[in-house]
């Protein structure tokens, strides 16, 4: 059973940053899939960035490219999320998450492992 826990969030003022981090209980992740999601109050939880642990590769939803980015330190079985440039829009509980795939997921349900969450909350 893999065990995550996100850290980094708190409560910043728009054009802020934060970098997340989430570490594993455990790994290799070499044929893993790990993402960042993100639920504000009363919205589903939605995909935020994803990264194949395997070569790196990444993806974004549209609304953070540009703005965030995601990767990964292999020695220490831990992944980042660094947020740029935070808008009010981007409030919200921040998840990662991972599943034993090397196909990159922007389905929640697909994951497997998740963490307890952090919370980001960017004031205007």
């Known amino acids: 059973q893999i065990h995550l826990a996100e850290s980094g969030g708190g409560f910043v003022q728009e054009g802020d940053s934060l970098r997340l981090s989430c570490t594993a209980s455990?790994?290799?992740?070499?044929?893993?899939?790990i993402g960042w999601f993100r639920q504000a109050p009363g919205k589903e939880r939605e995909f935020v960035a994803a990264?194949?642990?395997?070569?790196?590769?990444?993806y974004y939803a549209d609304s953070v490219k540009g703005r965030f980015t995601i990767s990964r330190d292999r020695a220490k079985n831990t992944m980042y999320l660094q947020m740029n440039r935070l808008k009010p829009e981007d409030t919200a509980v921040y998840y990662c998450?991972?599943?034993?795939?090397?196909?990159?997921?922007?389905?929640?349900?697909?994951?497997?492992?998740w963490g307890q969450g952090t919370q980001v909350t960017v004031s205007s």
């Open positions: 998450a991972a599943r034993d795939s090397i196909i990159v997921s922007t389905t929640p349900d697909r994951y497997d492992y």
């Open positions: 990264i194949r642990w395997s070569d790196s590769s990444t």
């Open positions: 455990e790994g290799p992740f070499t044929n893993f899939d």
